[in-house]
């Protein structure tokens, strides 16, 4: 699987977008680039993936540059709960298993 | 759906005892997955199971562990005997075929060896 580097941690004011970044360079073409978040003392919940078309659902919308060699996860109106750690994976679709780096913790300003 | 359903949520035990995790999956969900969080190593995949087979084990620190999958709604995590470095926060969660990447964590057990 690719590696991932994701900023260490960021803050956003609540109801304002966060824009997540993450970095994949040596992404290959059948990799997909998955979102989970964790919110304090909870498991990690998944969020959005993409291949290379931009995605968008109820939580957040996922960004991919055209060369794939990034992403940006999308919060539109962050609100207080939204403060968690976020995980970018990269990994081949059929390959059942996630590794999970270090993420970006995500803190909601009042 | 209930979710992926952890217990216990809690446990403190000491040294040389044996802990049993226990995981329900989500009903219809093939894949089952253990994993471990500690502040030092992160979120580790230790095992998974695929139609109650396990995949791959790779992940199991060492012998002490051992993992089951009796039917498709329960696995067990043991471990024996515990030792300090095995407290960590172990969660269980469950993907379906074709989406495995998908996959929906429980609440986590909180594991204390003293």
């Known amino acids: 699987d690719a590696k991932t580097t994701q900023p260490t941690s960021m803050d956003c004011a609540e109801g304002r977008a966060a824009n997540l970044p993450c970095n994949h360079s040596?992404?290959?073409?059948?990799?997909?680039v998955y979102w989970y978040r964790q919110i304090h003392s909870q498991g990690p919940q998944y969020i959005i993936h993409g291949l290379k078309n931009n995605e968008t659902n109820e939580m957040a919308s996922l960004i991919i540059t055209e060369d794939r060699k990034s992403s940006t996860l999308i919060l539109p109106h962050a609100t207080l709960r939204d403060t968690a750690v976020y995980y970018c994976?990269?990994?081949?679709?059929?390959?059942?298993?996630?590794?999970f780096g270090t993420g970006t913790r995500l803190t909601i300003i009042p | 759906d209930a979710g992926v359903i952890q217990s216990p949520r809690h446990e403190v035990t000491e040294m040389g005892q044996e802990v049993t995790l226990r995981c329900k999956p989500i009903s219809g969900h093939d894949y089952l997955f253990w994993y471990r969080q500690t502040m030092m190593r992160g979120l580790e995949l230790l095992i998974y199971?695929?139609?109650?087979?396990?995949?791959?084990d790779s992940g199991m620190p060492e012998d002490r562990f051992s993992a089951k999958m009796p039917n498709a709604s329960f696995s067990t995590l043991k471990i024996q005997p515990s030792e300090p470095r095995d407290s960590a926060v172990y969660f269980c969660?469950?993907?379906?075929?074709?989406?495995?990447?998908?996959?929906?964590f429980g609440p986590g057990t909180r594991l204390l060896v003293l």
């Open positions: 040596t992404i290959s073409g059948n990799e997909y």
């Open positions: 199971f695929n139609n109650n087979v396990p995949i791959d």
């Open positions: 969660a469950s993907g379906r075929t074709g989406a495995s990447e998908t996959q929906y």
């Open positions: 994976i990269v990994t081949n679709f059929g390959n059942e298993k996630l590794t």
